[in-house]
């Protein structure tokens, strides 16, 4: 344009429309919008456009209070995470910015008046997810003049391509290269061709090309800059192309371009009604204070061309902005600088490359500081809807935990783990073992079939329900009984784990037989004790009701199990399906937690919600900086892997004390095996920091309001002696349903840490081989096979390999339990494994008398009973580290029950039980010891305690 065409014109961005360039605003803020900003622009700058990106919302939404009012309304009605309470402030924004830019849209006919949204940065190289997110977006923001952008990689262009054929406006973004740009104009042609092909319109599509440019001056200059520095030879060739670079390149695409345009296949589109894919030059502030801070706008005006400017860009070309047709001035020059600096070595082709990758990961980081800020924002508007989490860790373990959350954040490990990449942990077997990630909101969908169970149980007058199960389908509805107690006007829910007759005798007693609904509970149907308690209770209910009770009875299983085919063939009441994609024990907020809950009358609406406000808070959008349960899973497994930090000590408020027997099975199943992993204790009444080594990490959880003065102090206690220690405070009862998947979700980081696979366990099944035998021969003979003590002295008889036989000597009791429990050494731990009745009594015992062997040792120590224990920490015990020093402790039955139907008593399966997992336990070279108790239980559990007392 000439100055005779400039005359009259007052603003320089009003009159960049006389040379066919739209002026765009590369910002957005609500505020901005909200106070007539961006519309004074519109009606006095001549503005014709709006982008967006990670970068712009985080600074509108990291900030201030402009979002705080919507967030807090919507969080008040919607249960969400970082991400999607994000999309819903954004989307928002972008609605409010394109009622403002419409009237333009209009004016022009669709030519201008967009604003941009951009589809996530994390999918910049994933062209299905791209795909995927654009047409979700599209949908969501319901506005003709919305582009959403797609960046313009390799695995972008494929993205545009079917954005375009699908009718999606597309802002194409982060190019730097003809050849990129090249690619993307391309795959817009294509679009535009499968469109038309379709018979449906392509009239009203537009798109843009966002071709950035002073960042590939940034590039260039700085090279040029320290090669003069340094005297290269062809210091004044180089100084000639600063600056330069960028324009030349831009200019060369604009070339492209027209030719395009002369197209005989782009007059066939035109010919349609199809619109040009303009170019659209971004990245056009000035960041070298050497060049006229217009230096991008002026030297880049043209036909049929956009420009997104900055704000102070803008402004500054408003107050002394000179246009003119620039963009195809001295092209044959533009050509020469791309030759000379091809010639001088500066490598644009490596620099567009390098800014491609740079630019993605900027917004990822950018991204991340937002979703960050807005997951710091919502935690505080949650509150105490929130179970909170605070980590005190020594210097050295915090530095390494910290330098982990952030490689996760770099390699974008979360977000993979949400995508059930195998490649997390042991790239093998686990994506088929994550449908725990979904159940929640799964279970949610499909609560009416959970609340018609409540409903019926309550109207059948139900006094008791007794789960019959073992590990992850027993130990979740334990915590559920215990932490909620009897339901008004619902029945008490009780859960059976164990085989050892004087336990199944108690239950019995302590349940009315005839108004008892009996869950049988097992995920294959082929474990041996809910198989053989079903059976019992079965013939026990008829004898009590006088016919078969199989109304009385209802299962969770997988589909297609052996439980359900025998559930079917024996009428069962009801029969509930758990998912196959999650192993036991992370299933607790799957049909085996809530099934036992609706029965006894748990608020199952409330349990859920609690549970999901978990799922939220450790999404994939939740940046690892702010995702509680990736830092507590990070804490786990680097304090274990890279300080021997490898003893979690559980200490829960008594309100919610049983969780601490969920959490033993869900740390040692997941972690214990290939010879590394955690090794969870549990119940263990606080000393003083001197009785502890240096493997310990201590998880506080506690139920605000119910806190126990003692576990306070104690706890204050090891902080101050500077042991690593992690409190999750929950503000009510419910909120163990937030435990439970915050547990689950850090087992899993902890196991990727541990490169294991936290979703197998293939050392349970080596006890119920050895036992199956056990079982077998006493089916075939009428005995057990025979066994004889190595030693005995009294009540005991002691039991061995010959290898822990040599160790620990023949001697009498007191010296054979000093030579082995002095196996231990710092850094190990002592099991406790007790098969005999769990009740007040025996828990007191064996309490009393863990805590007399780590006070004198100064080792971990766990009181476990057996059978319940094979299916919980036995996995860790032998597949984990090899340092534990195990006890195991057997009595005479004072009485047996049969099992129906089989040749062997419940007497008998518990002592196979008890011989078969010490066999394994031998075979792993573990340094394990039994004891059997003949006579009165009470006296010799006494006698034994008082021997040990002795031996160390």
Not at 831 to 852: N, T
Request: hydrophobic share 45%; charged share 25%.
């Amino acid at each position: 344009m000439d100055a005779e065409q400039n005359k009259g014109s007052t603003n320089p961005l009003k009159a960049l429309e006389r040379f066919g360039q739209s002026p765009w605003l590369d910002f957005i803020q609500r505020s901005y919008t909200a106070d007539g900003s961006l519309r004074k622009l519109v009606d006095e700058d001549g503005l014709k456009g709006v982008t967006s990106n990670p970068a712009i919302f985080e600074k509108a939404m990291g900030y201030g209070t402009d979002y705080d009012a919507q967030m807090k309304e919507v969080l008040a009605r919607e249960i969400l995470s970082a991400g999607e309470l994000y999309e819903k402030l954004a989307v928002t924004d972008i609605q409010d910015a394109t009622k403002v830019l419409h009237p333009v849209y209009v004016a022009t006919k669709g030519v201008d008046g967009y604003v941009s949204l951009e589809v996530s940065p994390y999918l910049a190289f994933d062209t299905e997810g791209t795909i995927h997110e654009a047409l979700r977006l599209w949908k969501e923001v319901d506005r003709e003049n919305l582009m959403i952008k797609i960046p313009g990689t390799r695995e972008g262009a494929p993205a545009v391509q079917a954005a375009i054929a699908e009718g999606i406006n597309v802002n194409v973004t982060l190019l730097f290269s003809l050849d990129a740009y090249k690619a993307v104009l391309e795959a817009y042609l294509v679009g535009l061709e499968t469109r038309h092909a379709k018979g449906e319109d392509i009239s009203k599509i537009a798109s843009v090309a966002s071709f950035f440019v002073s960042r590939i001056d940034g590039k260039i200059d700085g090279e040029i800059d320290a090669r003069v520095a340094a005297g290269d030879k062809d210091a004044a060739a180089l100084k000639a192309l600063r600056g330069k670079v960028a324009i030349a390149n831009a200019k060369l695409a604009y070339q492209h371009y027209l030719d395009v345009m002369k197209t005989e296949r782009w007059a066939k589109l035109k010919a349609a009604g199809a619109r040009p894919q303009r170019l659209l030059w971004a990245s056009t502030g000035t960041k070298d204070k050497a060049f006229s801070d217009v230096l991008y706008v002026e030297e880049l005006i043209g036909p049929e061309t956009v420009n997104t400017i900055p704000p102070a860009t803008f402004d500054a070309f408003r107050d002394h902005g000179t246009p003119r047709e620039s963009l195809t001035e001295d092209v044959a020059g533009a050509r020469h600088v791309i030759e000379e600096q091809a010639r001088l070595g500066l490598d644009l082709g490596a620099v567009t490359e390098k800014l491609v990758v740079e630019g993605c990961a900027a917004f990822v980081d950018a991204f991340d500081k937002l979703l960050g800020a807005v997951a710091a924002k919502q935690k505080a508007i949650l509150g105490d809807k929130l179970i909170a989490q605070e980590a005190r860790l020594p210097g050295e373990l915090k530095a390494a935990v910290e330098a982990a959350i952030e490689d996760w954040r770099k390699e974008g490990k979360l977000r993979r783990l949400w995508a059930r990449d195998a490649s997390v942990w042991t790239g093998n077997g686990e994506a088929k073992w994550l449908d725990w990630l979904d159940v929640v909101e799964d279970r949610l969908a499909h609560i009416a079939e959970l609340e018609n169970l409540s409903r019926e149980v309550k109207e059948r007058g139900f006094t008791d329900v007794l789960l019959l199960g073992m590990g992850g389908s027993s130990l979740g509805p334990e915590v559920l009984a215990e932490t909620f107690g009897q339901q008004p006007g619902f029945p008490r829910l009780r859960v059976l784990d164990s085989t050892d007759p004087q336990e199944i005798a108690t239950f019995e007693k302590a349940i009315n037989l005839k108004t008892t609904l009996f869950i049988v509970s097992s995920k294959s149907g082929a474990t041996l004790e809910p198989n053989i308690l079903k059976a019992y209770f079965r013939v026990a209910a008829g004898k009590a009701l006088g016919h078969a009770p199989d109304g009385h009875f209802v299962t969770v299983t997988d589909p297609g199990s052996q439980m359900e085919e025998v559930a079917r063939k024996c009428s069962f009441w009801k029969i509930f399906h758990g998912l196959g994609g999650i192993g036991g024990r992370f299933s607790v907020l799957s049909n085996f937690g809530m099934v036992p809950a609706a029965a006894a009358g748990i608020d199952l609406r409330k349990l859920l919600n609690s549970a999901l406000y978990a799922v939220k808070e450790s999404a994939a959008s939740v940046p690892p900086a702010e995702n509680a349960a990736l830092q507590l899973g990070v804490i786990l497994g680097v304090a274990a892997k890279t300080f021997g930090h490898d003893k979690v000590t559980f200490v829960t408020s008594p309100a919610i004390r049983d969780l601490g027997a969920w959490l033993e099975q869900l740390l040692a199943e997941s972690t214990g095996k290939r010879g590394r992993g955690l090794i969870p204790i549990d119940d263990e009444t606080l000393g003083g920091p001197g009785v502890y080594g240096k493997d310990r990490v201590f998880a506080y959880i506690r139920l605000k309001g119910a806190e126990d003065a003692a576990q306070e102090a104690a706890i204050e206690a090891l902080r101050a002696a500077g042991e690593p220690v992690v409190t999750i405070t929950l503000t009510d009862p419910y909120q163990v349903a937030q435990a439970f998947f915050h547990w689950e979700f850090a087992t899993a980081v902890a196991g990727s840490i541990l490169e294991i696979d936290p979703f197998d366990q293939p050392d349970v099944e080596a006890s119920k081989v050895e036992t199956r035998k056990l079982t077998t021969a006493f089916n075939e003979t009428g005995s057990l096979p025979p066994e004889a003590p190595f030693a005995t002295d009294g009540v005991f008889s002691f039991y061995a390999d010959d290898a822990n036989a040599k160790a620990v000597g023949d001697g009498d009791a007191v010296s054979i339990l000093k030579a082995h429990f002095h196996r231990a050494k710092a850094g190990d731990y002592v099991a406790l494994l007790a098969y005999i009745e769990r009740d007040k009594a025996s828990r007191s015992w064996i309490q009393a008398l863990r805590l007399k062997l780590r006070d004198a040792l100064h080792v971990a120590t766990a009181a476990e009973f057996g059978p319940r224990f094979l299916h919980s920490t036995g996995q860790a015990y032998k597949g984990g580290p090899a340092s534990g020093v195990f006890l195991q402790v057997t009595a005479d039955d004072a009485a047996d029950l049969p099992v129906p139907e089989e040749k062997f008593t419940f007497g008998i399966v518990k002592a196979a039980q008890a011989r078969g997992d010490f066999d394994v336990l031998s075979e792993r070279g573990r340094r394990a010891l039994r004891v059997h108790i003949s006579g009165p239980l009470d006296a010799g559990l006494n006698a034994l305690s008082e021997a040990i007392g002795k031996a160390v």
